[in-house]
């Protein structure tokens, strides 16, 4: 999987020294890729949890520099913990992973929208860019409710993109909900 992101990576150097004016439609494409990568990491968690009976959510945070600094599933049933959503195991990890509580500069991707707890550790977290699968039509509080990432009312907002394997995110929650009726 890396050889290919490898590979598609030089191919759109080459590409974009004989055609400049193309740059912002092969960063975007990039970044498509780079965002379907990591959502498939973020995926595999989300299978882990559904492997251990929990709600299959996934999530990971990636640096600046574009490396794996943490990943992590709901264990709010093994725990015992409410907020042991994806999204706040994730963001603990990258805190204690790179030694600061500020993840400037990182990415967190996550398979379903995040919840108000999520959508507010991520804020408070200073996470730069927010990348979700699905939408939560009941608790989503990033687009679908409240807006949280985006507020005006807060002092800090973030980049987010949905949308991204949508279906296998989708999927996977019905599937798993499916299973326990």
Request: glycine share 6%; charged share 20%.
């Amino acid at each position: 999987m890396q050889e290919n992101l490898y590979l598609t990576f030089v191919f759109l150097l080459v590409f974009l020294a004989f055609f400049p004016n193309h740059r912002r439609v092969v960063k975007m494409r990039l970044m498509d890729n780079l965002d379907e990568h990591w959502m498939n990491v973020a995926l595999e968690a989300a299978r882990e949890a559904a492997d251990i009976g929990e709600v299959p959510v996934g999530a990971c945070i990636i640096s600046a520099e574009g490396a794996l600094i943490a990943t992590a599933s709901n264990r709010t049933i093994t725990d015992s913990d409410p907020t042991a959503h994806a999204e706040v195991l994730a963001i603990r990890a990258a805190a204690e992973n790179i030694g600061n509580y500020r993840l400037i500069g990182t990415t967190l991707y996550t398979t379903i929208e995040p919840c108000v707890m999520c959508a507010g550790a991520i804020v408070n977290a200073r996470i730069s860019r927010l990348v979700y699968g699905a939408a939560d039509p009941r608790y989503g509080a990033v687009d679908t409710h409240f807006g949280i990432c985006s507020s005006p009312l807060l002092n800090h907002r973030l980049d987010i993109t949905s949308g991204i394997l949508t279906d296998r995110s989708r999927n996977l929650m019905q599937d798993f909900f499916r299973a326990k009726r």
